[in-house]
Structures are given as structure tokens and as C-alpha cells.
């Protein structure tokens, strides 16, 4: 394996923001055959339903069935690869859902309301949505983390129904998958895939039923099927690929840094990792520890793409600067590899998850740490959230005028409504104004 040479910033460069900026785009627009492809599959389930379910599948997946409920997955099947699980693995995914579940307990809102002066009644009413997709990726591809980082946090928001699709192509079947639908409470299990499950999710079929939202991760087929669909389903997001940005003082050892960058970059050739540090001496170690540690990775070329292609390596002029350059990156995974953490995390405003001190992982937060890993990327954590209870739940606003309230208030809102020439606006407030000698005009 030879040597991988990370890009080198400064952030005290004439052209650093041009660098950075250029280190940081990341092309998100989707292939004109794929968009035609993604739209044809879900004209075709919108208009046939199980039979354009089951044609794709046969078609992509290589697995053959005369009605769609033959590829639903029992409760009973979902059971016995719970049951049947190795024991060390079940006992993994168990410890992981209940500290996932327990901290997403502690995001649930309840609903609220008051009264003003006059005895007007205003509040908010807040109710889980009635049912949730949940995309998985199958096959060989092995994500049991994501069902429960994704179904746990709709049950615990009271989600009635949770439908997850998973293919399976070939017929491969991911016991673990299963086992941890159902841990995280999944109430139905469809073996469909790609855009024709997204398609069955948003619109509904004879046999799968619509939901509301669709949250989970998938290819650029899945993806795309799901930003055409947004409107008629609410999504999760548009997750580009995955990041880590790791803030380092210089005193953590440097085969641990190395790894943590090691740990996204494994996703995929587009992952990126950053890090940023104050000391040149140590990026210039953690330079040395990739180069040693490399070659003992089983992905180690993808790891190398990743880090020769969006890598990068950059000085800054302390901890403060660090927080700027990382404020302006917004990333994914932001892990503060510094001594005293609690001192920096006010400078820090925009990431999707801040792992705290030397000893905190990313890893950690993706399995079994509690928080969700469905995180915002591409600096989009400038404006948005990790996934949670609050994603599953909407919220109704309650407004009920006493009749002193509809008085004073119909008074305010006859004016307003006239100003902007909506006149049965206006008196239909103007009509609950008790006073009979009152009109608009005084």
C-alpha cells in the first residue's frame, strides 16, 4: 500500500477560503437517466400497483413472487431471527436500543396550552403521525444500527405503524436486520427495494399501505425516488456522504486520530474527514500513523480515495480559530479531541453531533451511544437537526376566543382584514363583535 499524502490548509492562507470551499463542494445533482429511470418506476406503482412492485423486484432483485404479501416478513420469522441470533450480537442489539430508546425518551413534547385575560383559550397540540417507512438496505449490506436509530425514535413519538422495506436480492436475507426490526417494535415487513418500495411507501398498493413520512438511508435510485416524492410524503433528508471533522489539540495520540478519520472514510470514496489542529507537529504525526495504519484495513482502498481525494489536513492559529474554520464547515460528526471540551463547545454552533473529550469516538455514536446517527451533512447542520422523536410528531395550534376575547380581538382583525381588501375576512370577525354600534370605520 503506498502512502497516502493528505491535502495541507492553512487557515492563515491568502486563498483559504477559496480552498476550503473548493475542498468542501460536493456535486448532489442526480444523473438525467437515473431521474427518468426513478420516474417511470414510480408512475408505473403509482398506476399498478403491486403488480409494478413485484415486476421491479423480479426485475432488479431476481426474486420471483406471484402476490407481494408473499414478500412480507411475519412476526414470527422476525422473532426467530431474534431467537436464533448469536447470542453476543443480540445482546449488542439490546443494550443499543434501550440507551437508544432511553435518550429519545427524554426528547418527547408534550402538548401545551393557557388562557389570556379574557379567558381565551391558546395552546398546542402535539400527535405522532399515524404511520412511518422505513427504508433499509439489504442484501449483503449489513445496517441494523439504522433500523433502530430510525423505528425506535418513531415508536417512542407513537407512531401506530412503522412499515420497513428491505430488498433482498438473490433472496439474501439479513438476520440481524430482522432481529433488530423487531427489538425497535417494526410492525410490518415488506422484502421490496429501490425506488419501487418508495414508490409503494408514498402512494400505497393493494397490499402495502401509504405512509406519511419515509425516513432511512439508500442509494442514489432510493434517494432520488425520495426527493420526487417529497409533498406527498414528508422524508427525513437528502443525506450526501458521510463526514467527520476532529478538533485536536495535539495531545491525543495520534493512532487514535487517525483512526477516527479512518472510521468515515471506509464508508465510500465521497466520505470526507477532516482535522484541524494548531499544531503542525502533530498533524505531521497523524500523517504517520495513516501511513502505518493503512495497510492493516480491510477497506483500505476505498479509505485511501477518500482521504487522497477529500481529505485534508489543516493548521490553524489556536482553539478559537479551530471553532471559526469548524463553524464554517458544519459537519456531520465533530469530535473535540482536546482537554478540556466543556471550554470550547460555546464557540461551536453548527455540527450535527459534538463527541466530547479524547475518549469519545464517533464510532460510538453510531452503534449504541444514545443519540440518533441520522445526522445533516453537507453543512446543512447550519439549519438542521439529527433525526428524533420531535421528526415523528406534528404539531396543531389550538385557538378558542371566549366571546369577550372574539370582541376585542374581532375588532383588531376587521382592520387588518380591510387594509388588505379581504372583506368576508372581515366580517366574519366583525360578526362576533358585541357591540351593536360599533362599525369599521370609527
Known amino acids: 500500500m503506498t502512502t497516502v499524502n493528505i491535502k495541507r490548509l492553512s487557515s492563515t492562507q491568502a486563498d483559504f477560503d477559496a480552498e476550503l470551499n473548493q475542498l468542501l463542494a460536493w456535486d448532489d445533482s442526480v444523473d438525467h437517466q437515473v431521474n427518468e429511470t426513478v420516474r417511470h418506476i414510480l408512475h408505473a406503482v403509482k398506476t399498478r400497483g403491486d403488480a409494478a412492485v413485484l415486476e421491479f423486484t423480479e426485475r432488479f432483485d431476481q426474486v420471483a413472487a406471484p402476490t407481494l404479501s408473499e414478500l412480507e416478513i411475519s412476526a414470527e420469522r422476525l422473532q426467530h431471527a431474534l431467537d436464533t441470533m448469536p447470542a453476543d450480537q443480540r445482546q449488542a442489539l439490546e443494550q443499543a436500543a434501550e440507551r437508544i430508546r432511553d435518550y429519545h425518551e427524554r426528547q418527547i413534547q408534550p402538548s401545551w396550552r393557557y388562557e389570556d385575560t379574557d379567558g381565551t383559550l391558546l395552546g398546542q397540540q402535539v400527535t405522532p403521525l399515524d404511520r412511518v417507512g422505513l427504508y433499509v438496505p439489504g442484501g449483503k449490506a449489513t445496517y441494523p444500527s439504522s433500523v433502530l436509530m430510525n423505528a425506535i425514535p418513531a415508536k417512542v413519538a407513537g407512531v401506530a405503524e412503522v412499515i420497513m422495506v428491505v430488498p433482498t436480492p438473490r433472496g439474501e436475507v439479513n438476520n440481524m436486520v430482522l432481529a433488530a426490526a423487531r427489538i425497535a417494535g417494526v410492525d410490518r415487513v415488506f422484502t421490496i427495494g429501490g425506488a419501487q418500495a418508495v414508490a409503494a411507501l408514498a402512494y400505497g398498493t393493494e397490499t402495502v399501505p401509504a405512509v406519511d413520512k419515509i425516513v432511512g438511508p439508500g442509494n442514489i435510485y432510493v434517494a432520488t425516488a425520495?426527493?420526487?416524492?417529497?409533498?406527498?410524503?414528508?422524508?427525513?433528508?437528502?443525506?450526501?456522504?458521510?463526514?467527520?471533522?476532529?478538533?485536536?489539540?495535539?495531545?491525543?495520540?495520534?493512532?487514535?486520530?487517525?483512526?477516527?478519520?479512518?472510521?468515515?472514510?471506509?464508508?465510500?470514496?465521497?466520505?470526507?474527514?477532516?482535522?484541524?489542529?494548531?499544531?503542525?507537529?502533530?498533524?505531521?504525526?497523524?500523517?504517520?500513523?495513516?501511513?502505518?495504519?493503512?495497510?492493516?484495513?480491510?477497506?483500505?482502498?476505498?479509505?485511501?480515495?477518500?482521504?487522497?481525494?477529500?481529505?485534508?489536513?489543516?493548521?490553524?492559529?489556536?482553539?478559537?480559530?479551530?471553532?471559526?474554520?469548524?463553524?464554517?464547515?458544519?459537519?456531520?460528526?465533530?469530535?473535540?479531541?482536546?482537554?478540556?471540551?466543556?471550554?470550547?463547545?460555546?464557540?461551536?454552533?453548527?455540527?450535527?453531533?459534538?463527541?466530547?473529550?479524547?475518549?469519545?469516538?464517533?464510532?460510538?455514536?453510531?452503534?449504541?451511544?444514545?443519540?440518533?446517527?441520522?445526522?445533516?451533512?453537507?453543512?446543512?447542520?447550519?439549519?438542521?437537526?439529527?433525526?428524533?422523536?420531535?421528526?415523528?410528531?406534528?404539531?396543531?395550534?389550538?385557538?378558542?376566543?371566549?366571546?369577550?376575547?372574539?370582541?376585542?380581538?374581532?375588532?383588531?382583525?376587521?382592520?387588518?382584514?380591510?387594509?388588505?381588501?379581504?372583506t368576508a375576512h372581515a366580517r366574519s370577525a366583525e360578526y362576533r363583535i358585541q357591540d351593536p354600534e360599533w362599525s369599521p370605520n370609527e
Open 226 to 422: 425520495k426527493r420526487e416524492v417529497f409533498g406527498v410524503v414528508g422524508i427525513d433528508m437528502i443525506a450526501g456522504p458521510s463526514e467527520i471533522l476532529v478538533l485536536a489539540d495535539g495531545h491525543t495520540d495520534p493512532d487514535w486520530i487517525a483512526m477516527d478519520l479512518f472510521s468515515q472514510a471506509e464508508h465510500d470514496e465521497q466520505a470526507q474527514s477532516i482535522l484541524v489542529s494548531p499544531s503542525r507537529e502533530y498533524l505531521d504525526q497523524v500523517q504517520a500513523s495513516i501511513n502505518k495504519l493503512l495497510p492493516t484495513m480491510e477497506r483500505a482502498e476505498i479509505i485511501a480515495t477518500s482521504l487522497r481525494d477529500r481529505g485534508a489536513f489543516i493548521e490553524v492559529a489556536d482553539l478559537d480559530d479551530a471553532a471559526r474554520v469548524s463553524n464554517r464547515i458544519a459537519p456531520e460528526h465533530l469530535e473535540l479531541s482536546v482537554e478540556d471540551p466543556e471550554a470550547l463547545l460555546p464557540s461551536i454552533r453548527h455540527a450535527g453531533a459534538i463527541f466530547m473529550g479524547r475518549y469519545t469516538a464517533e464510532a460510538l455514536g453510531d452503534y449504541c451511544a444514545g443519540p440518533n446517527h441520522v445526522l445533516p451533512t453537507s453543512g446543512t447542520a447550519r439549519f438542521s437537526s439529527p433525526l428524533g422523536v420531535y421528526d415523528f410528531q406534528k404539531r396543531s395550534s389550538l385557538i378558542g376566543f371566549s366571546a369577550k376575547g372574539a370582541d376585542r380581538m374581532g375588532r383588531v382583525a376587521s382592520v387588518l382584514a380591510r387594509g388588505e381588501s379581504l
